[in-house]
């Protein structure tokens, strides 16, 4: 089991940074993959950024160049530094991973931190 904690949401205007951070415990030893989704009022949940232990990293289209994905310590914390925010970036933000186990490979998520950007 992994745990996942996310923070450093909250509100800001249109232009400006914010960088978030998702704690991870439990098995981290297990995690693969990590990264970030979001989920705005009435949209589903889509991916962000996603990076692997071996540094390989995606992004979604609408945020390539503006966001960052980063770890630190391994994948036991990692980071979404989101700068030139738009207010359609909006929306409740997840960190995710992926952990490797003997019987099963499993996704978990946070419970999400509010962005909200205004114009």
């Known amino acids: 089991q992994v745990q996942l904690v996310e923070s450093g949401g909250g509100l800001v205007q249109a232009g400006g940074s914010l960088r978030l951070s998702c704690a991870a415990s439990g098995s981290i030893a297990s995690i693969d993959v990590i990264g970030w989704y979001r989920q705005a009022p009435g949209k589903q949940r889509d991916l962000v950024a996603r990076?692997?232990?071996?540094?390989?990293?995606n992004y979604a289209d609408s945020v390539q160049g503006r966001f960052t994905i980063s770890r630190d310590n391994g994948a036991s914390t990692w980071n979404l530094e989101m700068d030139s925010l738009k207010p359609e970036d909006t929306a409740v933000y997840f960190c995710?991973?992926?952990?490797?186990?003997?019987?099963?490979?499993?996704?978990?998520w946070g419970q999400g931190t509010q962005v909200t950007v205004s114009s």
């Open positions: 990076i692997t232990k071996s540094g390989s990293t």
């Open positions: 995710y991973c992926t952990a490797r186990f003997l019987w099963a490979t499993n996704d978990y």
